[in-house]
């Protein structure tokens, strides 16, 4: 009767395997390339010139903006933000939400995933501003570095 250890130890197992894992606070760094500029509004040697530009930032994350706020480290401090969806959940992670800052308005739709202390995801953004509706796309890569 070897079934019942086996189905016994698979049966332990699985809350393990489910465990998600949740990000972490801490110094975290985030890089964000744009991939792609979709507008009749922007000249296509500005669409060169911006396409494929990076911007790396750090962030300190406390355990409370870890836990409830991580959708935060995805936007730029100074705008104001809600957002319709923010899950971190089984390695993955899905953000939509709209910001308003004094350089005009976004939307943004994110999926990625993520390990904790890592993540990837692409950006599918709506910015609404000077040069009137342009979509944007943008990779962004984030590594906890350590203690803030």
Do not use: I
């Not at 355990?63 to 089984?90: D, I, K, M, T, W």
């Not at 739709?109 to 000077?130: E, I, P, V």
């Amino acid at each position: 009767m070897r079934t019942l250890p086996l189905l016994a130890a698979a049966a332990l197992a699985a809350p393990l395997a489910a465990a998600a894992p949740t990000p972490q606070p801490g110094l975290w760094t985030v890089e964000a390339r744009v991939v792609s500029v979709d507008s009749q509004n922007v000249p296509a040697l500005v669409r060169r010139m911006v396409e494929g530009r990076v911007e790396t930032y750090e962030r300190c994350l406390t355990p409370a903006q870890a836990r409830g706020q991580f959708e935060r480290l995805l936007v730029q401090e100074e705008a104001r933000c809600s957002f319709s969806e923010a899950r971190f959940a089984g390695g993955a992670m899905r953000v939509k939400g709209r910001c308003t800052s004094d350089k005009g308005d976004m939307t943004l739709d994110l999926s990625g995933t993520h390990s904790g202390t890592g993540f990837r995801a692409t950006n599918k953004m709506t910015l609404t501003g000077r040069l009137g509706t342009v979509d944007v796309t943008a990779a962004h890569v984030g590594t906890r570095k350590g203690r803030c």
